[in-house]
């Protein structure tokens, strides 16, 4: 699970520094973690496979990540191109989201789809820009569903965080409970998304 050690990772300065320990302290937490998500999710879906993916960062050349994360999707050749299944870590918090980047095809059937979700589960968070530490209450839900059929660069995120002061080692059994939970109830989205 996350330590205090793996936040402190965001602090450390270079490039090549920073990435040293984040393949180090929270790589390996990527694919423990990732590994249990991505069972549970496979149970779900019983003839798809799934796969893990975890960022590697490799095309900066200067400015050290400010978050990092992996992914679970259908593709083994990369996750950005569909909705996905996102653990990640962020200087004050880790997160677990539903994620639709990049400009997938098929962006504005998403958006369409999304629209029969009316209420999201309590405690959810939305985010709009997978590059931007911000997240806003669920009460969002229809504007950027609306943002993303219209703005070609739009994107949307759907799930939980959890706050870096809960990583103190006594709670990690509650949190991977938690994290489960929270993948079962993204669960039936995701399915709607993926229907032909």
Request: proline share 4%; net charge negative.
């Amino acid at each position: 699970m996350f330590r205090k050690k793996s936040f402190e990772v965001f602090d450390i300065e270079g490039l090549d520094a920073r990435m040293q320990a984040v393949r180090s302290e929270i790589q390996p937490v990527f694919m423990e973690i990732g590994e249990v998500l991505k069972e549970r999710i496979s149970q779900a879906f019983p003839e798809q496979d799934f796969y893990l993916h975890i960022a590697q960062h490799r095309r900066r050349t200067s400015h050290a990540p400010e978050n990092t994360w992996s992914a679970i999707g259908r593709q083994k050749r990369g996750y950005k191109m569909e909705p996905h299944f996102q653990l990640g870590i962020w200087k004050d918090y880790v997160f677990i989201y539903l994620s639709i980047i990049d400009q997938p095809k098929g962006q504005q059937d998403y958006a369409d789809k999304l629209t029969q979700f009316g209420a999201l589960p309590a405690g959810f968070v939305l985010s709009k820009d997978h590059t931007q530490p911000n997240f806003y209450e669920t009460s969002h839900f229809s504007e950027l569903i609306t943002r993303l059929k219209k703005v070609k660069k739009a994107e949307l995120e759907i799930g939980k965080v959890w706050e870096a002061s809960r990583f103190d080692g006594k709670q990690d059994e509650v949190i991977l409970q938690e994290m489960l939970e929270t993948v079962d109830l993204l669960l039936p989205i995701y399915k709607g998304l993926m229907e032909e």
